[in-house]
């Protein structure tokens, strides 16, 4: 079946601009993560969700930083003001089995703020 | 400190070779733990779990200390297709869902 999907691939934007990240879980996935990966870096988790809810917030790193899940499938992940050091990989993941099931991760999007 | 350290390497070993990865965390809370791999610019991918009775599969043997909070892979007969960053992975507990926290990663390099 379809794994994990990410749109766009590659985003290039400018200082200071808005961006809209995709990530379409596996079918039937109830839990749905975003990631980040900077360059050199590991990764860094920035949310969660079960369902439409986002029980764990707490790796987001400012308030530029938002996300939602609608239908309990589709999540976007939005940063506004983008800055240089948004630059990174944002990968998304879905699991089953409540959110303890083993993560299957998306290509990522490839994000460079100019 | 970070939670979960890793050497990151490169490790440069020729076919054939057996290599070792170790990796220690520091979240005694820790429930799970796994190896991803992730080639060059693409995702991580589930390479194994780790259990503390240990678990093999393949060429890949994993192992879990608890006691000491440590974490080792084991790949023998390198393949030239091993070459990629291995990450080493935490599921903390006390959460209502398995919450990852990855290692840097280590890079393998296996060349002819």
């Known amino acids: 079946g379809a794994g994990v999907s990410q749109s766009p691939s590659n985003k290039v934007t400018e200082k200071g601009k808005d961006v809209e990240l995709r990530c379409d879980p596996i079918?039937?996935?109830?839990?749905l993560y975003w990631y980040r990966q900077s360059l050199g870096q590991g990764l860094e988790f920035l949310i969660y969700?079960?369902?439409?809810?986002?029980?764990?917030k707490s790796g987001l790193p400012s308030d530029r930083f938002s996300a939602e899940r609608t239908g309990g499938s589709v999540s976007t992940l939005t940063i506004q003001r983008t800055q240089q050091e948004d630059s990174a990989v944002y990968l998304c993941?879905?699991?089953?089995?409540?959110?303890?099931?083993?993560?299957?991760f998306g290509p990522g999007t490839r994000l460079t703020v100019l | 400190r970070k939670e979960v350290e890793q050497d990151p390497g490169p490790f440069n070993v020729p076919e054939g070779a057996t290599v070792a990865f170790n990796c220690t965390y520091s979240?005694?809370?820790?429930?799970?733990f796994f190896w991803y791999r992730q080639d060059c610019r693409k995702e991580p991918k589930l390479l194994m779990s780790?259990?503390?009775s240990g678990n093999e599969d393949g060429r890949f043997t994993a192992q879990l200390n608890r006691a000491s909070q440590y974490i080792s892979l084991l790949i023998r007969d390198s393949k030239l297709s091993d070459s990629a960053t291995y990450l080493c992975?935490?599921?903390?507990?006390?959460?209502?869902?398995?919450?990852?926290?990855f290692g840097q990663g280590t890079i393998l390099t296996v060349h002819p």
């Open positions: 993941a879905s699991s089953s089995g409540g959110g303890f099931g083993t993560q299957y």
């Open positions: 079918s039937g996935h109830t839990a």
């Open positions: 969700f079960q369902g439409n809810s986002a029980p764990d």
């Open positions: 979240n005694s809370a820790s429930q799970s």
């Open positions: 780790v259990y503390s």
């Open positions: 992975v935490a599921g903390a507990g006390g959460t209502s869902y398995g919450k990852l926290t």
